[in-house]
């Protein structure tokens, strides 16, 4: 299998107060790449720390993980950074958009991180607009914008410099589940269409059958099943 992410007795421990929590406890599995995976659990599960480690936002206290071939334990800041820009799109619950700026405004920013030219950023983050379906509101402010819509230009910025792997937070934890089917639909449809490899956290069983291709369950820092769906 050619893989995106393999993990290898990965850990994630830290201090609260006098007690030692173990986020993640001795985790192994490997994601294929263009593969849809769903991380299940209920809250304190692990799941969020363990897309936030290969996201690059958090370092492991042990194990191995790499990602597209390169280990990311070892990384600098620096080079997570690169890795977070390059490699991965994160889209979250609660959209994160910067209220001020407009949709287009608020895809172009991630490619000016990356030095893309200005005319250039304009010109992909209209494309993607028009590709999740809101190219007619790619000037309208966040607050102009539906739940859903805010979702989707969020998925937009996170495509925004071509990342392999998109890494999503709960998407539709914010949204009605008629609006949560549309904006699994538009994951599906990068994951089959584009081969946008996609890693989707959710707590909610049925939704996750409903889209991915094999889901792994968390409990307590550990994975306890995998279901092929």
């Given at each position: 299998?050619?893989t995106?992410v393999?993990?290898r007795d990965?850990a994630?421990?830290y201090t ?14 490997a994601?294929g ?8 659990g209920t809250?304190?599960?692990?799941k ?6 290969i ?13 597209f071939?390169?280990?990311l ?15 991965v ?7 994160n ?12 920013l ?15 983050a ?7 379906g ?17 979702q989707r ?10 990342p392999e792997?998109?890494?999503a937070d ?7 589940s ?12 990068l ?10 956290v959710?707590?909610?069983p049925a939704l996750a059958?409903?889209?991915v291709?094999?889901s ?5 820092g550990?994975?306890v ?5």
């Amino acid at each position: 299998m050619d893989t995106a992410v393999v993990a290898r007795d990965l850990a994630k421990h830290y201090t609260m107060g006098a007690s030692l929590v173990r986020a993640l406890d001795g985790v192994s599995f490997a994601v294929g790449r263009g593969e849809f995976v769903g991380l299940l659990g209920t809250s304190g599960s692990g799941k969020s720390t363990l897309l936030n480690l290969i996201a690059g936002l958090d370092h492991p206290t042990g194990g191995a993980l790499d990602v597209f071939g390169q280990s990311l334990a070892g990384m600098t800041r620096d080079q997570l950074s690169v890795h977070r820009r390059r490699n991965v799109g994160m889209i979250f619950q609660a959209f994160n958009l910067i209220p001020a700026m407009t949709a287009e405004e608020n895809v172009a920013l991630a490619m000016m991180f990356a030095g893309v030219p200005r005319a250039e950023r304009e010109r992909r983050a209209a494309e993607l607009l028009a590709e999740v379906g809101l190219g007619a509101r790619r000037t309208h402010r966040p607050r102009e914008l539906s739940g859903g819509e805010q979702q989707r230009v969020s998925i937009a910025r996170a495509l925004a410099n071509g990342p392999e792997m998109l890494l999503a937070d709960e998407p539709t934890g914010n949204l009605d589940s008629r609006t949560a089917r549309d904006i699994l639909g538009l994951l599906q449809s990068l994951n089959r269409d584009a081969g946008k490899t996609v890693i989707l956290v959710t707590h909610d069983p049925a939704l996750a059958r409903s889209c991915v291709q094999r889901s792994l369950t968390l409990r307590d820092g550990q994975i306890v099943d995998e279901v092929s769906s």
